[in-house]
């Protein structure tokens, strides 16, 4: 038998996972990541991992104690509140271990723990890749260094280098955007906020904008503000002057909750815009030898609750096909690819609703009924 060597691109939760499962099976595996470090910058914020997906991967890489360890307990409590701030339905967290909350930096942590020291090449953004044939590949990287690769994953997210040689797909401004802020030392500097958030997650959300806003571990709430503008719109704003970013975002909110609006305007933190960019919900590539993509780099969509999740288990899923099929790596990679496009496009649909119900033109009562048990009347 031999044992192929697989070369990822991005050290992202779904890349991470690949690379453990291969590890646990003695695959050599090699992750380049164009972050300076672990630490270089932040990972977001809070994640929830089902049952179906995220914490079947981790289970599947062995972590699932691991993972136990770093769960937020309380974090899944939810509440929705209108623009006045008054609760229209809640959510206890129940304890139970269904969809646990957890810090997608911690979950990394504990992925890039479990693998050798050796495994993650820091500082390594990738610049071209160019097919050689027979199913390899050679990156070259911004310091000038190149590589060859066997077999070649694309872990590296919505604008992948990596996608070009399978698809002609280009990720489309989907007109959601993010902005995210972060309030520290809460329940002495910010106690109104606090009280309001609870101690899970709140959303305070109309058609197109609003607040979703998640306590976290270390006395701190991070708000993700959505606010659905064009492009134009963000591009004249200076997200380096925190004062002058929060008065426009706050006069978006005119009318609104004063304690909704501190969390724009108390923000101890720069502003950090994520425009939510999205590849067709049936996107898919004729298999080509030596290569394929994972996570958003293949199957990028709107904020759904799944994304990290599906990312984790298409490492899982491609890790453990070619385990299943060393000496026919390209069978291992049509198997992964054939299962990962049907998940993808029911999960990429399944997005779509969350995110019409979360918010589309009903919220925030489309929510609050639906932790309210309230059946909605046919359309």
Do not use: C
Not at 195 to 222: N, T
């Amino acid at each position: 038998m031999n044992s192929p060597i697989v070369t990822i691109v991005g050290a992202g939760l779904g890349g991470l996972t690949l690379a453990r499962v291969l590890h646990l099976h003695g695959i050599q595996a090699t992750v380049y990541e164009a972050d300076a470090s672990d630490h270089a910058r932040p990972q977001g914020g809070q994640i929830d991992l089902h049952e179906h997906n995220g914490q079947l991967a981790l289970k599947i890489a062995g972590l699932s104690e691991e993972f136990r360890s770093i769960v937020h307990l309380g974090g899944a409590a939810a509440r929705v509140v209108d623009r006045h701030g008054v609760v229209l339905a809640e959510l206890p967290d129940d304890g139970s271990m269904e969809n646990p909350e957890a810090l997608r930096g911690d979950i990394r942590r504990i992925l890039l723990e479990s693998l050798p020291a050796a495994t993650v090449h820091w500082g390594k953004k990738l610049k071209t890749v160019t097919p050689l044939g027979d199913g390899q590949h050679e990156l070259t990287f911004a310091d000038g260094s190149t590589v060859t690769a066997q077999i070649l994953v694309g872990a590296d997210g919505v604008w992948s280098k990596v996608r070009p040689l399978l698809s002609a797909a280009t990720p489309a401004y989907s007109g959601m955007s993010y902005i995210d802020t972060y309030l520290h030392d809460v329940d002495v500097r910010h106690p109104a906020v606090a009280r309001l958030v609870g101690d899970g997650a709140m959303y305070a959300l109309e058609s197109g904008k609003g607040f979703l806003a998640h306590r976290e571990p270390g006395d701190r709430i991070h708000n993700y503000l959505v606010v659905n503008r064009q492009p134009a719109w963000f591009e004249s704003l200076d997200f380096t002057d925190r004062t002058a970013t929060a008065v426009r975002l706050a006069a978006e909110f005119e009318g609104w909750d004063d304690t909704l609006r501190a969390l724009i305007a108390d923000s101890d933190s720069d502003p950090i815009l994520r425009m939510i960019h999205e590849l067709p919900d049936n996107h898919r590539w004729h298999r080509s030898p030596g290569l394929t993509l994972l996570g958003d780099a293949a199957h990028a969509t709107v904020p759904g609750g799944d994304g990290a999740n599906n990312a984790m288990l298409d490492g899982a899923r491609l890790a453990q096909a070619i385990v299943a099929q060393p000496d026919d790596v390209e069978a291992a990679l049509e198997e992964y690819e054939q299962e990962m496009f049907e998940r993808s496009a029911a999960e990429a649909e399944a997005a779509h609703e969350s995110a019409e119900l979360i918010f589309g033109a009903h919220a925030p009562h489309a929510l609050a009924n639906l932790f309210n048990g309230v059946t909605p009347e046919p359309a």
